[in-house]
T-cell receptor, first 117, second 112 residues
Framework: GESVGLHLPTLSVQEGDNSIINCAYS??????FIWYKQESGKGPQFIID?????DKRQGQRVTVLLNKTVKHLSLQIAATQPGDSAVYFC????????????????FGQGTILTVHP | DVKVTQSSRYLVKRTGEKVFLECVQD?????MFWYRQDPGLGLRLIYF???????EKGDIPEGYSVSREKKERFSLILESASTNQTSMYLC???????????FGDGTRLSIL
């Protein structure tokens, strides 16, 4: 039968608030994780990454937290601005049995962030 | 800045046609990727190439093929287009020592 696409999770915040976007992953063999931002009409843009042997990494206004116990990843955006409105994707890199991956990524379905002025 | 250029932003083709989507990157990246993006499904990997003339299937290769004759160019081919291949197609490239992929702005393909 025909498959039906899922509705994306949405997060709506006021300008200046902090935003937290969550992602669950499935594979404990993931080597690293990346967060991407996709604005309307554009391709995904790299935000920040984190290796699997780390718990936390900070960038400019963004922090990524990794909880390997529950296979959960989050992206925190401080002082959210209207320009942060976009779809956010988490992606994981999984090495194959031979130990190589060529940078292959498996993406989550995405979260829509809307920032109200 | 890395630039990944996809030849068309919008494309309309008919069922049964052979369709070529072209992607060029200007940073001498070894790895290149083709994804399709559908609402609610995220990005799904169709094929990737880890070097010139080298290719591997991704998660959804059926109905597609690829060509990488030169390092900077990676082509996606729909052998006989069908309506269920209507989608947004995204190309990406990656420097082998880096974790991040760099994306083009996509080709929105409609098959009628």
């Amino acid at each position: 039968g025909e498959s039906v696409g899922l509705h994306l999770p949405t997060l709506s915040v006021q300008e200046g608030d902090n935003s937290i976007i969550n992602c669950a992953y499935s594979n404990s063999a993931s080597d690293y994780f990346i967060w991407y931002k996709q604005e309307s009409g554009k391709g995904p843009q790299f935000i920040i990454d984190i290796r699997s042997n780390m718990d936390k990494r900070q960038g400019q206004r963004v922090t990524v937290l990794l909880n390997k116990t529950v296979k959960h990843l989050s992206l925190q955006i401080a002082a959210t601005q209207p320009g942060d409105s976009a779809v956010y994707f988490c992606a994981e890199n999984i090495r194959n049995a031979g130990g190589t991956s060529y940078g292959k990524l498996t993406f989550g379905q995405g979260t829509i962030l809307t920032v109200h002025p | 800045d890395v630039k990944v250029t996809q030849s068309s932003r919008y494309l309309v083709k008919r069922t049964g046609e052979k369709v070529f989507l072209e992607c060029v990157q200007d940073m001498d990246h070894e790895n290149m990727f083709w994804y399709r993006q559908d609402p609610g499904l995220g990005l799904r990997l169709i094929y990737f190439s880890y070097d010139v003339k080298m290719k591997e299937k991704g998660d959804i290769p059926e109905g597609y093929s690829v060509s990488r004759e030169k390092k900077e160019r990676f082509s996606l081919i729909l052998e006989s287009a069908s309506t269920n291949q209507t989608s947004m197609y995204l190309c990406a490239s990656r420097y082998e020592a880096s974790r991040s992929q760099h994306f083009g702005d996509g080709t929105r393909l409609s098959i009628l």
